[in-house]
């Protein structure tokens, strides 16, 4: 199966430093084991988008508001990350849930997503806490239902599980955990009689991602912190190669 890696910047890179590691994510281009997407910070979009322009690699944003249009000071439109070329959008990163995104907004940015013709990256995972009392299932699904309530049937959509504890901690989900989740989520898109690719995402890095891509739900990986560096990126793509 060809697996997705998904590289989320963050607020990391300066716009010079992004276009430079877009170039080396260009170089290496997709693959038959591999498709890439870069997520750059959006005032980087365009440079990274131009070093990726021909190269198959896919130009990916980290947000988008619901609206396409209106007052509504410091936003991004969906309309306007399709302009520049954005083929996917991350919705629900547990990093803007843990500011106060509700399942509601995250399924109207999805909606909008699709309806701009992008590809939604919908992250979905629970807190420590959750974790703990024995929800992250209850947790997830309800997260995933609130988001295909606003999807037609045929939407595209790829989904990330990423726990939020092990994201940006430096502290990985096991592997025999994540295959639990990953079959979970699977279930409920089988049910919902819905395609759609299943990342996992929390502090993967060049040591642990053998790990995840050899199970079998595992559709590719989303990574922050590890795809802003150069050498760890080319490892993680050998891995994708094997
Ligand atoms: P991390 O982030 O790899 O730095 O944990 C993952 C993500 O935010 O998608």
């Known amino acids: 199966m060809r697996k997705l890696f ?12 992004a276009e430079a590691l877009a170039h080396v994510f260009a170089d290496r281009a997709p ?17 990274v988008g131009r070093a990726l322009d021909g190269s198959g690699v896919a130009l990916g944003a980290q947000d988008a508001f619901w609206k396409d ?44 997503v699709v309806a ?20 992250r299932e209850a947790v997830v699904r309800a997260q995933l239902d609130a988001a295909l309530a606003a999807l037609a049937p045929d ?10 504890w092990a994201i940006g901690t430096g502290v990985p989900c096991r592997p025999e955990d994540v295959a639990v989740m990953h079959a979970m989520i699977r279930g409920v898109l089988e049910a919902a009689g819905r395609k759609a690719r299943i990342l996992y995402g929390g502090s993967v890095d060049p040591k642990n991602a053998a790990s995840y891509l050899a199970l079998e739900d595992v559709a590719g990986l989303l990574v922050g912190g590890a795809s802003t560096r150069k050498d760890d990126v080319l490892a993680m793509l050998d891995l994708f190669s094997e």
């Open 6 to 17: 998904f590289a989320n910047w963050k607020m990391y890179l300066s716009d010079a430093d």
């Open 31 to 47: 693959t038959a084991s591999a498709e890439l997407a870069a997520a750059p910070g959006f005032t980087a979009l365009e440079r």
């Open 69 to 112: 249009e209106g007052a509504f000071t410091g936003e991004v439109a969906p309309k306007q990350l399709a302009a520049l070329g954005v083929r996917y959008v991350i919705v629900g990163h547990s990093e803007r849930r843990a500011m106060g995104e509700t399942d509601d907004t995250v399924a109207r940015k999805a909606a909008l």
């Open 116 to 135: 701009d013709g992008m590809t939604p990256t919908l992250c979905v995972g629970e807190t420590k806490d959750e974790r703990d009392a024995g929800r």
């Open 155 to 164: 939407a595209p959509l790829v989904v990330a599980y990423e726990p939020r």
